[in-house]
């Protein structure tokens, strides 16, 4: 029986109050009663939460690592494989310094562009092969793709120049292994290639709907070789089919306008002796062929019957030599004929930059011929270099084989590429 907590009286189960001092007992029990269970709710709140907090930080720490192949996680390395490769590979350095210039990079991003050797399946998963040219050393990357990646690769063939992403693993004596990859977008896409067409010792000159191709010097329509002299070669420019050739030989390709390609017949020279007089004759003449066609517009004799004295170096050389060499009427009466018919946009092929010399700045990147090692030896001076304007640094290298590029041209965000084995079209 509970007792009054003031006088120690005896109360009646369920009485109120004390009858002795007649003070009020309920509200104090029900008070207290509701104090319990408020500590009961609170407690039941409070341990679920620890226990959950408990859970996550064991969780985050031991049973669930990050993998190290997350971007976000790991730094990047903002240097190109050509100029990473360079600097790994560079012949001055020691083994120990190699090393020691390895722990720098090890365990870090980089975002690479290559051109793919082979896709192979390995013990480890993918394994995508992409060639490094350098001048000395033909760099391979071997980068390691997880399943996830199949389709991607699966888009990719033998020499398509590809961006992928991944982490520095090891390397070898000319290897750079990576590993977590993802292939990222073609850098150049191919939009067509045609190995049909003869494309020896033939520069490229662009049209508004055709792609030209032929020599572009007296040497190259003339120079004897296995193969035949080369035709002036006329292919669509959204297809690559061949449209149209002309001319057996010496045969020189000179410019291009709206309507018309050029062709330019050099000078015939015949030896008439007299004792010890010599007499030359010559004649050259200038077509004007429909581009789309390939029909004759309109041709022009220079000179008909005409003689001239000289010794032999009368003979034309080239494509680039002054107007006069010695008695032989050249260049500029080309020039000058073509320009008097030729349309307002006439672009000749002999402003242009010989090929060591030629680049080209598009969006940021300039373009231009440089040397490399193909298949590991021999150094070919025609593979296509893209570098940054604003940095300098070389963002990729392509090559095509131990010949190497004869020609390109980029004209409305596409490259045109001429090599000994055909001529291609990539969208940058």
């Given amino acids: 029986m509970p007792t009054c907590p003031i006088c120690g009286t005896e109360v009646k189960e369920g009485q109120g109050f004390c009858s002795k001092c007649w003070r009020r007992l309920v ?3 029900v008070a207290e009663g509701k104090s319990k269970k408020s500590k009961k709710k609170l407690a039941a709140i409070i341990v679920p939460c620890l226990i959950a907090i408990g859970a996550a930080i064991i969780l985050t720490t031991h049973l669930l690592p990050i993998p190290s192949g997350q971007v976000a996680e ?20 020691t083994s120990i310094q190699r090393e020691d210039l390895w722990k720098d990079y090890e365990g870090k991003q980089v975002e690479w562009t ?12 993918l394994v995508a092969y992409f060639v490094n040219p350098l001048d000395w050393t033909r760099t391979e990357v071997a980068a390691v793709f997880d399943q996830s990646q199949r389709s991607s690769l699966l888009e990719l063939t033998v020499g398509d120049l590809a961006t992928y992403t991944g982490v520095l693993a090891d390397f070898g004596t000319t290897e750079i292994g990576l590993t977590d990859c ?3 977008s073609l850098a150049v896409a191919p939009l067509w290639w ?6 020896h010792n033939k520069r490229i000159l662009v049209g508004d709907e055709v792609v030209f191709l032929g020599p572009g010097t007296y040497d190259a329509a003339t120079h004897i070789t296995q193969y035949l002299p080369p035709k002036i070669t006329a292919i669509n420019r959204d297809t690559g089919e061949l449209l149209w050739e002309h001319g057996t030989g010496e045969c020189l390709l000179v410019g291009i306008d709206s309507r018309y390609v050029y062709a330019w017949h050099p000078v015939k020279i015949v ?8 007499w030359y004759w010559f004649t050259a003449n200038i077509t004007a062929l429909d581009e789309v066609t390939g029909q004759t517009g309109w041709d022009f004799y220079l000179s008909d019957d005409t003689h001239c004295l000289s010794q032999s170096d009368c003979l034309p050389d080239k494509w680039s030599l002054s107007d006069f060499v010695d008695c032989c009427i050249l260049q500029e009466s080309v020039r000058e004929k073509i320009t008097n018919e030729g349309g307002p946009d006439l672009a000749f092929l002999i402003d242009r930059p010989s090929r060591p010399e030629l680049a080209y700045q598009y ?16 150094k070919a001076c025609g593979a296509l270099q893209a570098i940054d304007q604003e940095t300098g640094d070389v963002l990729w290298m392509m090559t095509f084989d131990e010949r190497g590029m004869i020609d390109f041209s980029i004209v409305d965000g596409v490259l045109y590429v001429s090599t000994d084995k055909g001529v291609g079209a990539f969208q940058l």
């Fill in 194 to 199: 045609n190995e049909d067409i003869d494309t």
């Fill in 27 to 29: 509200g104090e029990e």
């Fill in 74 to 93: 790991l730094e990047y390395v903002e240097a190109s494989a050509y100029d990473f490769a360079r600097e790994l590979f560079d012949r001055e350095l």
């Fill in 271 to 278: 030896s008439m002796s007299e004792s010890d007089y010599y």
């Fill in 114 to 125: 290559n051109e793919l050797e082979y896709v192979s399946a390995e013990g480890q998963g």
């Fill in 182 to 184: 993802t292939v990222v």
């Fill in 363 to 378: 969006q940021g990147v300039i373009y231009r011929s440089t040397c490399a090692v193909y298949g590991g030896v021999g």
